[in-house]
């Protein structure tokens, strides 16, 4: 079975489904980052191949974080596409800052 089938498996799981909910429920609904209504249960430690089946790590409250979808955008897609050091200038060329 690949990583995605299992992963898949995993979040239809009622083991995940109740863990979910209790920690959403344990936080009172709030992203932990911005105080938003969060929207997605994140574990801090990503879930891989190797520890998919570990409870420890998928079920595990002190491994989740409730954020919403800016955060948890933000978390996984963090790095920039563009630099602090260059501008353009008006033709459109590329010049440091």
Not at 53 to 68: F, Y
Request: glycine share 4%.
């Amino acid at each position: 079975m690949s990583h995605k089938e299992q992963a898949k498996q995993f979040y239809k799981s009622t083991a995940w489904q109740k863990c979910r909910q209790s920690y959403i429920y344990k936080v009172h609904g709030l992203c932990e980052r911005c105080d938003r209504a969060g929207t997605i249960v994140h574990h801090k430690e990503y879930i891989t191949v190797n520890n998919i089946n570990d409870p420890e790590i998928t079920l595990n409250h002190d491994n989740l974080e409730l954020l919403c979808h800016d955060c948890h955008n933000k978390e996984h897609f963090s790095k920039s596409a563009t630099r602090d050091d260059v501008m353009f200038n008006e033709s459109g060329e590329l010049i440091p800052k």
